[in-house]
C-alpha cells in the first residue's frame, strides 16, 4: 500500500521529466530537420532553459522527499524497477554540484565550437586547449560519481551501466588479434570483392522508397514513427508513440541511405516495443547505449547483409528502380555491402575494423582520464595506433585525433558502446538461430516481423528497467564476449572473400 | 540602478517562461504538421505539462518577490513596458485559483471532444450541457478577473486589452446599418461578378510556389520562417526568428492556398517584426487579436485584392500556370476575389457579410455570459440573427450554431477581434495612403517591402509593449472608429458591383 503510494508519485515526477526531456528532444529534432537557420540561437537558449529545467526537476525538493520516501521501504524498492531507477538517476544527478555542471556544459558549448575550427585547420594544438579543461572537469566528475577499480569505470558508466574497464580490456585485446587475423587472411584476395552493385546513379524519390519499404518490413510503424531528412542520420524519440528517424541520401551511392534507414530503424524498433506501462518514466530508454547499438547493428550489418535480405528485397529492388539498374545477383550484392577496407575514417569503416577505430579511442580516453598520458602527444599516439593496427597513417589531424565530435561534448565513455554493440548483436544472433532455426529463410521470404517480436520479447520491453549484463545474461545465458562475433565475423570475411 | 537590476531579473524570469511556452507552440506546431497520428494522447499530456510549468513559474513565488519588488519601484516601473507587461500578467494569472485553471482546462478538453461529435450529429442539445458548464466557468472568471461596467469586458480584455461592450456596441450597430446599405446597393448586379478566375485546375506545386513567391515579395523572411501544409492554416511563431506558417490547398480553387498563405504571411510579418530587445519577453507577442487580425486582412483583403496587386502578380502567375490558366486581366481577378455573397459559414464569408458574423457571435456570447438568454434558446436566437441580418437559415445545427470550434475551447471574448482587425486594417491603410502617396503604384510594380516597413516601424516593433487603443491613436490620431472600413468597404463593394 505504503509502496504503491510512493510509486505512483515517483511515476507523476517522472512524468513531468521525461515530458520536459521530450520537449527538448523534439526542439532538437525540428532543429535537425525543419528549423529555419535563422533561428539556431533562440533555439539553443530554449533547450538549453528545457535542460536545466528537466535537472532542477530531478535534482529539486520533491525528488529529494521521494528518494527519502523510498529509502525509508527498506529494500522493497528493489523489486520495482522504477523505484530504482528513480533513486539511481536521483542520485547521480545530485553527486554533481551545479556548479560543475553549469561550468562543463559551458565548456562542452564552447569545445564544440573549438573542435570544428580546429578540424576545418586540421589543427589538433588549437582543440588542445579546450580538451584539456574538459578531461580535467570529466576528472572532477567521474571523482565525485565514484568508481571501485578505474576513474574511467565511473564514466563508461553514464553509458554503459555495470560496464568495467577490467572487463573491456581482455575483450578488446582479443578482438584485436582476431582482426589481425581476418585481415591478414583476406589480404590475397582483397581485390575480388567489389561494391560497384552499390554505386550508380539512384534518385533520391526512389531510395527514399525502397528504404521505406524495408523499414515498413522490418516491422517500423509509421503510425508511431516518420522518417525525414537530416545532414547526420538519427533517432530520437519523444515517447513509444512517437518515433523520428533520419537519413541522408548520395544519389551516387545506395548504401548511406539505405543503410543509414535499416541502422535508425533497427533502434527506433527498439524505442516503439517498450512496454505501454513505461510511458513518460525513466524506463522508457535503452538499456545502454551498447544495447542500443546492438539493436541498430544486428539489422544493419547482420540481417540485412545476408544473402538471404538480397534474395527477398531484389525484386522490389528491381521494381523500383529498373532491371538496368538492379542487374546484379542477390550474392553480388551480399558481397558488396560486405567489403572489407581498412581506412581512416571510423564512420566510413566496415564492421570488422570498426572496431580498431573503437579501441584506439577507448585506450586514449582510459589514458587521459587516468592522467597516464600528455594530452600533447595525442595526435602521434593516435597515427602510431593506426598505422599498427590498420596500416594507415592520417596526413593531417582533421582525418586523424579531429575526426570524433565526440570529445567536444563530453562524451567520453560513449566510444566503447559502439563495439560492445557488434558483440551483443553477434551473440543476439546466435541465440535467436537457435531459437528460430529457419531465421534465414524467413529473412529471404521478406517475414522479418517474427525477428522484430523476438526482440521486442526479449529486449525491446524491458527498456531500462534491466541493465545491459543481466539482458544478455537472460538471452544468451552467458557474459558478454568477443567470440560470438569473431567467429560469426571471420565466418562471413572467409565467404565473401572466398578464403579457404 | 535599482529598477535595472530588478529589469534584469524580470527579464530572466521571462526568458524561462517564454522558452517553455515556445516549446510548447512547437509541440502545437508539430502536431498540426509532422507528428505520426498514434502520438496524439501522449503528445497532448507532454504540451499540458508544459503549460502548467509556465503558469506555475508565473504565478509562483520567484514570481511573486519580482512583482513585490516592482511594486516598491512607486511607478518608475510605468515607463518600462516588461515591468508593466509582467504586473499585468502575473496579477491576472494569480487571480484565478489553481482548481478553477484546472476544472477550465478539463472541462475545455471535454468539450473539443463533445462538440465534435454534436456538429457531425448537428445536434446542439448534445453540446448544450458542455456549454452550461463552460459559460459557468468563464463567469466565474470574469468575476474573478473583474470589470467596471460588463462582466463581458473581463473576458473581451483577454483579447483585446482595454476594449469595452460600451465601446463596441455603437460601432457594430453602426457596421450592421452600413453592411445592410451596401447589401441593398450591389444587389441589382449581384450576378455581374463571378469568381470563375480563382477556380480551375491548379496543381499543389504550383499553387504552393506562386504562393511562397508572393509571400516572399510581402517582405516574409524564409531564414526565420516556414510554411507547411496543414488540416486549417494558422501562424505560429517560436521568438521573431522562427516563425511558421501552414496552408491548406484546394486543387480546384486558387483561393484557399493564395490568400490563406496570404493572410498567414500578414501574421507572420507581425511575428517576425518585434524589436530584438523583445526576444524571450512578454513582449514579443501581438498587442491584441484585432491587431494581430489587422497585419493578416491589411494584406488579405485590402492589399492583395486592389486591382494593382494582380496587375504586378499576373506575369508571374502566367508565367508558373501557363497562359491558357492565366486568361483573364488584373482588373477580372480584381472582381473575382472581391465577390460578395451573404452565406452561412462564417469563414468562408467575403470581406463584407464577415461582420455580420462576428456580431452574431458578439451579441450571443454577450448575453450569455450576462445570463440574460437561456442557453437552450441559442440555434433558435442564431438563426433568426443569421435570417434577419443576411437573409439565410441554417437548415441544421452544423451548420448554424455549431460551426465555431472557439466556445468549446471556452474562447469567449476571441470573435470580435476578427471585425476589430478590419476596422484596424482600414484605418491602417487610410494613413498608409495618406504617408505613402504612391502605395498603389508601388503594389503594381510588386514593390511591397516599403509596406512591410511601414507596418514594422508604426505596429510590428512594439509588439505587446503598447496597448491596441495606444498604437492606432499613435498612428491615425483618432480611438477606433467603423468608418473608414465602412467608406473603403462602400467604395469597393461599388467599383467592383459597378453600382453608381
Given at each position: 500500500?505504503?509502496?504503491?503510494?510512493?510509486?505512483?508519485?515517483?511515476?507523476?515526477?517522472m512524468?513531468?521529466?521525461?515530458?520536459?526531456n521530450?520537449a527538448?528532444?523534439?526542439?532538437?529534432?525540428?532543429?535537425?530537420?525543419?528549423?529555419?537557420?535563422?533561428?539556431?540561437e533562440?533555439?539553443?537558449?530554449?533547450?538549453?532553459?528545457?535542460?536545466?529545467?528537466a535537472?532542477?526537476f530531478?535534482?529539486?525538493?520533491?525528488?529529494?522527499?521521494?528518494?527519502d520516501?523510498?529509502?525509508?521501504?527498506n529494500?522493497?524498492?528493489d523489486?520495482?524497477?522504477?523505484?530504482?531507477?528513480f533513486?539511481?538517476?536521483?542520485?547521480r544527478?545530485?553527486?554533481?554540484?551545479?556548479?560543475?555542471?553549469?561550468r562543463?556544459?559551458?565548456?562542452?558549448?564552447?569545445?564544440?565550437?573549438?573542435?570544428?575550427?580546429?578540424?576545418?585547420?586540421k589543427?589538433?594544438?588549437?582543440?588542445?586547449?579546450?580538451?584539456?579543461?574538459?578531461?580535467?572537469?570529466?576528472?572532477?566528475?567521474?571523482?565525485?560519481?565514484?568508481?571501485?577499480?578505474?576513474?574511467?569505470?565511473?564514466?563508461?558508466?553514464?553509458?554503459?551501466?555495470?560496464m568495467?574497464?577490467?572487463?573491456?580490456?581482455?575483450?578488446?585485446?582479443?578482438?584485436?588479434?582476431?582482426?589481425?587475423?581476418?585481415?591478414?587472411?583476406?589480404?590475397?584476395?582483397?581485390?575480388?570483392v567489389?561494391?560497384?552493385p552499390?554505386?550508380?546513379?539512384?534518385?533520391?524519390?526512389?531510395?527514399?522508397?525502397?528504404?521505406?519499404?524495408?523499414?515498413?518490413?522490418?516491422?517500423?510503424?509509421?503510425?508511431?514513427?516518420?522518417?525525414?531528412?537530416?545532414?547526420?542520420?538519427?533517432?530520437?524519440s519523444?515517447?513509444?508513440?512517437?518515433v523520428?528517424?533520419?537519413?541522408?541520401?548520395?544519389?551516387n551511392?545506395?548504401?548511406?541511405?539505405?543503410?543509414?534507414?535499416?541502422?535508425?530503424?533497427?533502434?527506433?524498433?527498439?524505442?516503439?516495443?517498450?512496454?505501454?506501462k513505461?510511458?513518460?518514466?525513466?524506463?522508457?530508454?535503452?538499456?545502454?547505449i551498447?544495447?542500443?547499438?546492438?539493436q541498430?547493428?544486428?539489422?544493419?550489418?547482420?540481417?540485412?547483409?545476408?544473402?538471404?535480405?538480397?534474395t527477398?528485397?531484389?525484386?522490389k529492388?528491381?521494381?523500383?528502380?529498373?532491371?538496368?539498374?538492379?542487374?546484379?545477383?542477390?550474392?553480388?550484392?551480399?558481397?558488396a555491402?560486405?567489403?572489407?577496407?581498412?581506412s581512416?575514417?571510423r564512420?566510413?569503416a566496415?564492421?570488422v575494423?570498426?572496431?580498431?577505430?573503437?579501441?584506439?579511442?577507448?585506450?586514449?580516453e582510459?589514458?587521459?582520464?587516468?592522467?597516464?598520458?600528455?594530452l600533447?602527444?595525442?595526435?602521434?599516439?593516435?597515427?602510431?595506433?593506426?598505422?599498427r593496427?590498420?596500416?594507415?597513417?592520417?596526413?593531417?589531424?582533421?582525418?586523424?585525433?579531429l575526426?570524433?565530435?565526440?570529445?567536444s561534448?563530453?562524451?567520453?565513455?560513449?566510444?566503447?558502446?559502439?563495439?560492445?554493440?557488434?558483440?551483443?548483436?553477434?551473440?543476439?544472433?546466435?541465440?535467436?538461430?537457435?531459437?528460430?532455426?529457419?531465421v534465414?529463410?524467413?529473412?529471404?521470404?521478406?517475414?522479418?516481423?517474427?525477428i522484430?517480436?523476438?526482440?521486442?520479447?526479449?529486449?525491446h520491453?524491458?527498456?531500462?528497467?534491466?541493465?545491459?549484463?543481466?539482458?544478455?545474461?537472460?538471452?544468451?545465458?552467458?557474459p558478454?564476449?568477443?567470440?560470438?562475433?569473431v567467429?560469426?565475423?571471420?565466418?562471413?570475411?572467409?565467404?565473401?572473400?572466398q578464403?579457404?
Amino acid at each position: 500500500m505504503e509502496t504503491s503510494k510512493i510509486l505512483e508519485e515517483v511515476v507523476q515526477t517522472m512524468h513531468t521529466i521525461s515530458d520536459i526531456n521530450a520537449a527538448a528532444s523534439i526542439l532538437n529534432w525540428d532543429q535537425e530537420t525543419y528549423m529555419p537557420s535563422g533561428a539556431s540561437e533562440t533555439r539553443a537558449e530554449q533547450i538549453s532553459t528545457l535542460e536545466t529545467l528537466a535537472h532542477q526537476f530531478l535534482t529539486g525538493e520533491r525528488s529529494r522527499h521521494l528518494a527519502d520516501k523510498i529509502s525509508g521501504l527498506n529494500g522493497t524498492a528493489d523489486s520495482e524497477p522504477l523505484l530504482k531507477l528513480f533513486i539511481h538517476d536521483f542520485e547521480r544527478a545530485s553527486k554533481l554540484p551545479e556548479d560543475l555542471v553549469r561550468r562543463t556544459s559551458r565548456a562542452q558549448a564552447l569545445a564544440q565550437d573549438t573542435w570544428k575550427h580546429a578540424r576545418t585547420e586540421k589543427n589538433y594544438a588549437k582543440f588542445q586547449p579546450v580538451l584539456t579543461e574538459l578531461v580535467n572537469l570529466k576528472i572532477e566528475a567521474a571523482e565525485r560519481y565514484g568508481y571501485v577499480e578505474n576513474r574511467y569505470d565511473a564514466l563508461l558508466n553514464l553509458f554503459e551501466p555495470g560496464m568495467t574497464v577490467t572487463q573491456l580490456n581482455p575483450v578488446f585485446d582479443n578482438l584485436r588479434t582476431a582482426t589481425a587475423e581476418i585481415l591478414t587472411a583476406i589480404a590475397p584476395n582483397l581485390d575480388k570483392v567489389s561494391d560497384a552493385p552499390m554505386q550508380g546513379s539512384f534518385s533520391k524519390e526512389k531510395q527514399m522508397e525502397f528504404s521505406k519499404y524495408i523499414s515498413g518490413k522490418m516491422g517500423f510503424d509509421f503510425n508511431n514513427g516518420r522518417i525525414d531528412l537530416s545532414t547526420h542520420p538519427f533517432c530520437t524519440s519523444f515517447s513509444q508513440y512517437d518515433v523520428r528517424l533520419t537519413t541522408r541520401i548520395n544519389e551516387n551511392d545506395l548504401h548511406s541511405c539505405l543503410y543509414g534507414v535499416i541502422h535508425e530503424t533497427g533502434h527506433g524498433l527498439y524505442e516503439q516495443g517498450f512496454a505501454a506501462k513505461y510511458a513518460r518514466t525513466f524506463a522508457a530508454d535503452g538499456a545502454s547505449i551498447g544495447m542500443h547499438e546492438s539493436q541498430s547493428l544486428l539489422w544493419e550489418t547482420v540481417i540485412t547483409r545476408t544473402e538471404e535480405f538480397w534474395t527477398f528485397a531484389l525484386p522490389k529492388f528491381k521494381e523500383i528502380f529498373g532491371e538496368s539498374v538492379a542487374k546484379y545477383t542477390p550474392r553480388d550484392y551480399y558481397r558488396a555491402v560486405n567489403t572489407i577496407k581498412p581506412s581512416l575514417i571510423r564512420t566510413e569503416a566496415d564492421e570488422v575494423t570498426y572496431n580498431m577505430h573503437i579501441i584506439l579511442r577507448y585506450e586514449l580516453e582510459r589514458e587521459m582520464i587516468n592522467q597516464t598520458i600528455d594530452l600533447k602527444d595525442i595526435p602521434e599516439i593516435w597515427n602510431e595506433k593506426m598505422r599498427r593496427n590498420l596500416g594507415q597513417v592520417p596526413k593531417n589531424d582533421a582525418e586523424g585525433c579531429l575526426q570524433d565530435i565526440h570529445w567536444s561534448f563530453g562524451g567520453f565513455g560513449y566510444f566503447p558502446g559502439y563495439t560492445l554493440g557488434k558483440l551483443y548483436a553477434a551473440m543476439e544472433w546466435n541465440v535467436l538461430q537457435t531459437q528460430m532455426p529457419d531465421v534465414r529463410s524467413k529473412i529471404a521470404n521478406g517475414d522479418l516481423m517474427p525477428i522484430r517480436e523476438w526482440l521486442r520479447e526479449n529486449i525491446h520491453q524491458y527498456g531500462r528497467s534491466q541493465k545491459p549484463a543481466e539482458i544478455i545474461k537472460r538471452i544468451t545465458g552467458k557474459p558478454l564476449t568477443e567470440k560470438d562475433f569473431v567467429e560469426y565475423a571471420k565466418a562471413k570475411a572467409m565467404d565473401v572473400y572466398q578464403v579457404r
